[in-house]
């Protein structure tokens, strides 16, 4: 009975790899509804890669900060994710902005220092775009190819 119970605790863990870790996530990470979660650890036992299934469908690779939290969203492959999906981790004051690309679909979004937030990707007419926003919600930069 002992090797059917060792059996079925090894087949869970092949078959949900990295659930363990996925309950320390921060908040920001796991307000994102991912699924599919794999944590990749560092020496210092802080996540620093996650990788997940958006609720599109779309795989992404978070990146996290020492402190844990979310410096980078990236499309897998040639993905892009719905800019909607991470409106949770996005100032109110970002998205109020009358340039904020609220139909656009996201290859990245990044979070800088002091606030400000890049975010490429294409607009709802096709486009591919780069954009950045101060933390106050200022448009810094819209770039349209």
């Known amino acids: ?37 794999q944590v990749r650890e560092r020496a210092n036992a802080e996540p620093r890669h996650v990788r997940g299934t958006l609720p599109s469908g779309t795989r992404v690779k978070v990146d996290l900060d020492r402190n844990g939290e979310i410096e980078e969203i990236e499309a897998r492959g040639n993905g892009l994710f719905p800019i909607g999906e991470i409106v949770s981790i996005v100032p109110q004051a970002v998205l109020d902005s009358p340039t904020w690309p609220a139909d656009a679909r996201l ?12 975010i490429e990707g294409r607009l709802a007419d096709g486009r591919e775009f780069e954009a950045e926003f101060s933390a106050d919600g200022t448009v810094l930069e819209f770039e349209r190819d």
């Open 107 to 118: 290859e990245q979004i990044e979070f800088k220092r002091g606030g400000r937030i890049e």
């Open 1 to 37: 009975m002992k090797n059917i119970l060792s059996a079925a605790a090894f087949a869970a863990i092949i078959a949900f790899p990295g659930v363990a870790g996925a309950q320390d996530l921060p908040q920001s990470v796991t307000g994102l509804g991912l699924t599919d979660i």
